[in-house]
Nanobody
């Protein structure tokens, strides 16, 4: 069973930076994709970023493009989300997720980590 554990959330002032980590266990990722999602209070969960594990290609939501960067450390089976120029509207619980190659929906989810950006 795949387990994903996020860390790195916290409280930061607007304009600041945070780096989230997502450590995967139970399966060595060499293919498929890992993604980051977020859910703000009273809102639906939304896509933030995605990384193709084998090619390294990335994709971002327009709201974070140019400010956030998703990356991976294959040796440590870990994905990261570097968040720069944070805004109060980035405040949310951030979740990492993973899916296997050929699967269109994300199968595995972490428990989430809170990110709060103060103005």
């Amino acid at each position: 069973q795949v387990q994903l554990v996020e860390s790195g959330g916290g409280l930061v002032q607007a304009g600041g930076s945070l780096r989230l980590s997502c450590a995967a266990s139970g399966r060595t990722f060499s293919s498929g994709a890992m993604g980051w999602f977020r859910q703000a209070p009273g809102k639906e969960r939304e896509f933030v970023a995605q990384l193709n594990w084998s090619t390294g290609s990335t994709y971002y939501a327009d709201a974070v493009k140019g400010r956030f960067a998703i990356s991976r450390n294959s040796a440590k089976n870990t994905a990261f989300l570097q968040m720069n120029s944070l805004k109060p509207e980035d405040t949310a619980v951030y979740y990492c997720a993973a899916r296997r190659t050929g699967v269109t929906t994300y199968e595995y989810w972490g428990q989430g980590t809170q990110v709060t950006v103060s103005s």
